[in-house]
């Protein structure tokens, strides 16, 4: 089974960029869909990002579109969010997912891994 460590979460200026990883461990990582959830203080953990297993298609949630983009490096067994024009309303808790559906990342909420979670924090 994938392990899943996110790293790169940090504070930043509004109108800034960041770039989130998730290293993933394991001889499975390729056959995994991977996603990107968010969970503002106080709110439920939203989906903002999936990449395919092969990381030919991308789907984002509207709120990120045109800002994020996801990505992915098998080779790396290594997933990526880059952010770009973040907003104060950006703030979150960054946890990346596995699955090897790719609807049980962006229908169900509910991947079979999950990482540990990164802050960001969006500053005004």
């Known amino acids: 089974q994938v392990q899943l460590v996110e790293s790169g979460g940090g504070l930043v200026q509004a109108g800034g960029s960041l770039s989130l990883s998730c290293a993933g461990s394991?001889?499975?990582?390729?056959?995994?869909?991977m996603g990107w959830f968010r969970q503002a203080p106080g709110k439920e953990r939203d989906f903002i990002a999936a990449?395919?297993?092969?990381?030919?298609?991308?789907y984002y949630t509207d709120s990120v579109k045109g800002r994020f983009t996801i990505s992915r490096d098998n080779a790396k067994n290594t997933v990526y969010l880059q952010m770009n024009s973040l907003k104060i309303e950006d703030t979150a808790v960054y946890y990346c997912?596995?699955?090897?559906?790719?609807?049980?990342?962006?229908?169900?909420?509910?991947?079979?891994?999950w990482g540990q979670g990164t802050l960001v924090t969006v500053s005004s």
């Open positions: 997912a596995a699955d090897p559906s790719i609807a049980s990342i962006m229908v169900r909420g509910s991947p079979e891994v």
């Open positions: 394991g001889r499975s990582f390729s056959s995994r869909a």
């Open positions: 990449i395919s297993k092969s990381g030919s298609n991308t």
